[in-house]
């Protein structure tokens, strides 16, 4: 039984923040920001999250700084979710991961160079609802269940628990129901990948079908996806990792089509057979030239 978190207290970032967002949800337990005192880094009852230069999950301790500079970056995050089994899937699944642990250990100048983009990037990808959070977060020198910003939290590490929890079970789902359909137009040869209306319906099928593409070790000639529209009958028709060589604005025009993205990267659509879904999608293509 966990009857505590702490983590260290003055400015809150990102990764001490998810970790004891992600204890909260599964623990709901006080949030305490000080430095720990040895009685709490020897008490497995007492989850110690980034702070107290011990990694000792058979203690819930869960800190990173000890580590060597020249260590794989790791954040605190990782180390919990190391703990639960859920890392890999996170490392795999969760794109912002890896970019978390390394602005973390590295610092924007390193992590922008890591990602090959300018260090301007970085500050321009900031979100005034991490600001606001963190800001939040950082006053709190004790935080309870009944607070506004821990429900919030436990909201956050629920869905990120629930989402990596259940990501086996929603791709075995995808590989027992997905079609891969051929498209040619005008001797060129892709496929999209349909998933059909099943009964339940899967929860944001565009991005399982994404995942469950990207799981299969490359997508081949895959390059559309074709998912049932949660807010009607019909479906939606998208990009795979935003391939220019779909642009679903050509089929605007169509009488089943009520919606077009005018930057082109979705559509939906109250069509529903294959066939005609092929069509749209065969129209919607645009050959890109060398």
């Known amino acids: 039984m966990i009857s505590q978190i702490i983590t260290h207290p003055g400015g809150a970032h990102k990764d001490d923040f998810l970790a004891c967002c992600v204890l909260a949800a599964q623990n709901q337990v006080p949030i305490s920001r000080r430095e720990p005192t040895p009685q709490d880094l020897a008490d497995p009852t007492i989850c110690v999250v980034d702070v107290g230069d011990e990694h000792a999950p ?9 580590f060597p500079r020249d260590h794989t970056p790791i954040c605190a995050l990782s180390l919990v979710l ?3 089994g859920l890392y890999d899937d996170a490392r795999r699944f969760c794109d912002w991961l890896e970019p978390a642990e390394w602005f973390d250990c590295r610092g924007p100048a390193r992590t922008a160079d890591w990602l090959e983009v300018d260090r301007s990037v970085v500050n321009k990808l900031v979100s005034p609802i991490d600001i606001a959070l963190l800001r939040r977060f950082a006053d709190c020198a004790e935080l309870a269940p009944e607070h506004t910003l821990y429900e919030v939290m436990t909201w956050i590490g ?13 791709l075995a789902f995808v590989a027992e129901h997905v079609q891969i359909l051929p498209i040619d137009v005008a001797g060129q040869r892709f496929q999209a990948a349909f998933m059909p209306r099943t009964k339940p319906l ?11 593409l990207d799981a299969r070790h490359g997508n081949d000639d895959t390059i559309g996806l074709i998912y049932p529209d949660r807010r009607g009958g019909g479906y939606g028709l998208s990009r795979l990792h935003d391939d220019p060589r779909l642009d679903f604005t050509q089929i605007g025009a169509e009488p089943d089509v009520h919606f077009a993205h005018a930057s082109g990267f979705v559509a939906k659509v109250s069509a529903h057979t294959p066939e005609r879904l092929q069509a749209l999608m065969a129209q919607a293509y645009v050959p890109v030239s060398g």
């Open 82 to 84: 190391q703990n639960l």
């Open 58 to 66: 058979e203690r819930n301790n869960f800190d990173h700084h000890q």
């Open 202 to 212: 899967l929860d944001d099928p565009s991005t399982s079908l994404a995942r469950f």
């Open 158 to 170: 629920g869905d990120l628990v629930d989402y990596l929890e259940t990501l086996r079970t929603r």
